[in-house]
């Protein structure tokens, strides 16, 4: 029983200290950290982990547009790393994955509404080719707007870590970047992994192949210190209950929960997933 009992002050001991540095973290933010939100599908009608239900969507942006937060682009988040552009106070990056068709639909006509900028980032070969997914028109129509900025997310959506050959994963990318600049008539520098998979040589090629920066979906905010191929952002998907409160609690506490899921993974990983399961993150 003392064991058991010393064991157990032991952990709560150590907890009390992950949770103290990870409160100290916060006010060490550094200077230029900017929340990137990420979502895949606007609609009503599906029921899985990728969608949000309109309502709810034009919910959260509407509590942005109220709140004081500026939407940017990935470019103009990166030119104020690296230049010194000043940025909007409190900005913000919203951004979609895939470019399904309910982005045209349901979030576009909300996003005007609220005026917010929003990067979607496209799977090249699925534009104008599947029902579900986005035509050149639209995306057009999209950019025109001066809201909507376009981005990759490869030519097929291929894992770039099973890819393949080297030559798969530059034609993944290189491709890709290619014909959203021919169709879009406009640069694109900014990639979203597949299923957020990566690895050295992966970030490697990104970089080689043109772009400025990646975007994976691991939880946490985007930051001048991080690596640019390998930036964070906050996923607004991951269960079916799609709460205000979760997306409230998710992006304003992103400082501490990111730490807390990164623990999390770290202790799944090394095989400690009873304890991994005590961390609750929503």
Not at 71 to 78: D, G, R
Not at 99 to 127: M, Q
Not at 258 to 263: E, G, Q, R, V
Request: aromatic letters at 12%.
């Amino acid at each position: 029983m003392k064991a058991l009992c010393k064991c157990l002050g032991f952990l709560f001991a150590g907890l009390l200290l992950v949770l103290l540095a990870i409160f100290c973290s916060l006010w060490q933010q550094p200077s230029g950290t900017v929340p990137v939100i990420n979502y895949h599908q606007i609609n009503d009608t599906a029921q899985n982990p990728l969608t949000i239900h309109t309502d709810q969507f034009e919910h959260q942006m509407q509590y942005l547009a109220e709140n004081g937060y500026h939407t940017i682009t990935p470019a103009e988040m990166v030119d104020s790393w690296e230049n010194g552009t000043e940025l909007p106070p409190n900005p913000i990056i919203i951004t979609f994955d895939d470019g399904y068709l309910d982005n045209y639909r349901n979030a576009f006509p909300i996003l005007e509404k609220y005026h917010l900028k929003a990067t979607i980032f496209l799977i090249s070969d699925y534009v104008s080719t599947y029902p579900n997914y986005l035509t050149w028109e639209e995306a057009q129509e999209m950019q025109d707007s001066g809201l909507i900025n376009f981005e990759s997310h490869t030519l097929s959506h291929v894992e770039l870590t099973e890819a393949g050959s080297r030559e798969d994963v530059i034609h993944q990318l290189r491709d890709s970047r290619e014909a959203l600049e021919y169709h879009l008539k406009k640069p694109v520098r900014f990639i979203a992994y597949p299923c957020g998979s990566y690895d050295e040589e992966v970030e490697q090629l990104t970089k080689d192949t043109g772009y400025r920066g990646a975007f994976t979906v691991n939880y946490g905010l985007a930051s001048p210190e991080d690596q640019r191929f390998i930036l964070d952002r906050i996923p607004i998907f991951g269960c079916n209950n799609h709460t205000f409160l979760r997306f409230k609690t998710r992006l304003v506490l992103a400082p501490i929960l990111a730490p807390l899921n990164t623990w999390k993974n770290g202790l799944q990983k090394d095989g400690h997933t009873r304890l991994a399961s005590l961390i609750l993150i929503p």
